[in-house]
């Protein structure tokens, strides 16, 4: 195998990374799509051929055989012409959703590994792709700057599910505290913990708003030290007895008026108010409530406002209510936006010295987990704003920018799509936790899947022990795993990748300065927000339904658009930061605003070759010009 040293400039290779919006690349992804399943066949040729055939000439001939490989035949022909009425996301055209081309070498990967269907949840059914997933963790885990070692992570079928993960293991963690407490009190262990000013108390001692405060290490390290103390399975049934996971809310409720008599409001989850929907899904999930959801308001650029959080933070410290987690964005789905980590691991830092709160800290880094690569040299070091605009020309990224992808390191868990911006098939999300020992507040053994007695190596493939998910496909695994050895993990491959999108999402912002276009600001990443105008939409609901009849047009329907977009719509107080800035240039008044809310359109430029030279189709302009063919067909209707 090649090494990233010996492997060609992304200027030159970027020509071999992908099949191509035209099939530019169709012999190679042919040849070698042939090679794997002629491969294939020849490991199930070669596999004990005493054992004869099964399918004899004869039985294969006979007429049943032959009606049923006639059958598929047919079908199959249906399918492919049924598919290519599906979006060609392939395309500079289209500019839709988080959507695009895969990486030849993620296709054959999954192609390849597919054929002899893994199941990654345990390595006795999955030998190979399973270790391919441990190393692609490990590989994302180094992109983003996580210890070595001392990180985990593992693919999920997609970002919903690693955040619930997230959350699941970041609620285990808050409550943890208090499961040691009681159980070291029954054992009568003498249990040290270091609290946030940093003085050393022992948890028998503490109160409840204490132990729902300490920081995610501090409970880990006692949690270590509990087990070094107790004969493991009396640490077990010590701390299954108070294990809000084992004994449920009703239980573990009663328990805690028992014990502390301190009936603390519900814990909360702080989310950027540009979160993914999912969140509210996975609060109301796993029984913490869409209630106990506070989003945190964003600014003109749809960033996580840190003074905001600050506020908050001390109003949850003055009415002691505990803080389960912070989610930050990095990448927001409707507006590619990312949070401002840098300053948010301050505010972080802060709430602990001043106020004696903390919480576990996740980026939902779903969309924009991969850009990390950009800030990456090949010999793994940080690279510097200007070094990286130098290559852009565009002004982007901002010392703002590498700043808050760096801050990823200090996150305590992170969730990345593959399947956006590592251009891999679906399904292919992933999780990551900064400290490996919080996977064990979730660990689960069906004994089917585990020996008596297992090793290290034996849990670290033992993925179903410690994830949410049971069977999932190990193609996934060897998509990863393959387009990571062919494309880097940074500035060579995946960040010149995602530069030359985030660039073409750049030049498609400025194609659309001009009359009629109120803009949102320039991107983040590769996502491109703006309204469009027209004198005949002379209030809000009727700019609102200009620019819904706009996306209906350039979406797919009966007739086939020139381009394909998509739309949100923003609401009050959500997204007050992001709209009010565009009040005046949109002429709307703010009450108008805080009734209706405001109809976006939407682009997310997935793909690299929008900057590609003169000679090709410039769909920056073709665009602009169908929104302006568009918007001439909508507005008519409002006169």
């Known amino acids: 195998m090649t090494t990233p040293a010996e492997q060609p400039l992304a200027t030159e290779a970027l020509a071999a990374w992908f099949l191509g919006p035209g099939g530019e690349n169709a012999a190679e992804l042919e040849r070698l799509a042939a090679a794997a399943i002629r491969d294939h066949v020849e490991w199930r040729r070669a596999y004990h051929p005493e054992d004869g055939a099964v399918l004899s000439p004869a039985r294969i001939a006979a007429p049943g055989a032959a009606d049923a490989r006639a059958l598929l035949a047919a079908e199959f022909r249906d399918l492919l012409v049924a598919l290519k009425r599906d979006v060609p996301f392939y395309s500079g055209r289209y500019l839709g959703h988080m959507l695009g081309e895969q990486t030849l070498a993620a296709q054959l990967g999954y192609l ?7 199941n990654n949840v345990a390595a006795e059914v999955s030998p190979v792709t399973s270790r391919l997933e441990v190393e692609v963790a490990e590989q994302l885990a180094a992109m983003i700057g996580y210890p070595d070692r001392a990180s985990w992570g593992h693919l999920t079928s997609g970002g919903t599910i690693a955040n619930f993960e997230a959350l699941w293991i970041a609620r285990s963690i808050r409550y943890h505290g208090v499961a040691l407490a009681l159980a070291a009190a029954g054992t009568r262990a003498s249990l040290a913990v270091r609290l946030p000013d940093g003085t050393r108390r022992d948890m028998r001692d503490l109160s409840l708003w204490q132990l729902l405060n300490l920081e995610p290490a501090d409970t880990l390290d006692a949690d270590r030290e509990f087990q070094r103390l107790i004969p493991a399975a009396e640490a077990h049934a010590a701390l299954e007895a108070h294990s809000l996971a084992a004994i449920g809310y009703q239980d573990y409720t009663s328990q805690l008026a028992a014990a502390y008599g301190d009936p603390l409001p519900a814990g909360v989850v702080l989310v950027a108010s540009t979160a993914h929907y999912s969140w509210e899904k996975i609060t109301r999930a796993l029984g913490i409530g869409g209630r106990c959801m506070v989003a945190v308001p964003v600014d003109g650029h749809a960033r996580m406002d840190p003074d905001a959080l600050w506020r908050i933070l001390q109003e949850c410290a003055r009415t002691r209510t505990p803080v389960l987690a912070l989610v930050s964005v990095c990448g927001s789905t409707e507006e590619g936006a990312v949070d401002r980590l840098d300053q948010v691991a301050h505010v972080r830092a802060r709430a602990a010295r001043e106020l004696g709160l903390t919480f ?4 939902d880094a779903c969309f924009g987990g991969y850009a ?5 040299s090949a010999d793994g070091t940080r690279r510097q704003g200007d070094a990286i605009r130098a290559e852009t020309g565009i002004g982007w990224p901002s010392d703002d920018w590498v700043a808050a992808m760096t801050a990823l390191e200090a996150t305590d868990s992170v969730t990345i799509d593959p399947h956006k911006l590592g251009y891999i098939p679906y399904p292919a999300g992933a999780f990551l936790l900064r400290d490996r020992r919080a996977r064990g507040l979730v660990a689960i053994d069906p004994p089917y899947l585990t020996q008596a007695s297992h090793d290290a190596s034996d849990d670290e493939r033992f993925l179903g022990r410690w994830i949410l998910e049971g069977s999932k496909p190990g193609a996934a695994a060897a998509a990863v795993w393959l387009s990571h050895r062919v494309v880097p993990l940074d500035a060579r491959g995946y960040g010149a990748i995602i530069a030359r999108a985030v660039t073409g999402a750049h ?4 194609a659309l300065d001009g009359p009629g276009v109120v803009r949102l600001p320039s991107p983040d990443l590769s996502v491109v927000n703006w309204v469009m105008t027209d004198p005949r939409a002379r209030d809000l609901a009727a700019l609102n339904r200009l620019n819904e009849a706009v996306y209906r047009q350039l979406s797919p ?7 394909f977009i998509t739309r949100t719509r923003l609401t009050s107080p959500a997204a007050d930061g992001i ?3 565009l009040l005046g240039a949109l002429g709307v008044d703010e009450s108008a605003w805080q009734s209706e809310g405001l109809v976006v359109l939407r682009a997310v430029v997935m793909t ?6 003169p000679g090709t189709a410039d769909h920056c302009v ?10 001439g067909a909508a507005a008519a209707q409002l006169s």
């Open 112 to 118: 390849a590994a597919m054929l002899y269907n893994p």
């Open 372 to 376: 990390a690569s950009v800030t990456r």
């Open 622 to 631: 073709g665009l602009v010009q169908a929104l302006r063919d568009a918007v």
């Open 557 to 563: 329907g009966d007739v086939e658009p020139p381009y």
């Open 507 to 510: 030049r498609l912002h400025e």
């Open 360 to 363: 576990h800290w996740h980026a």
């Open 608 to 613: 690299p070759f929008l900057v590609d030279p």
């Open 579 to 581: 709209v009010a800035p």
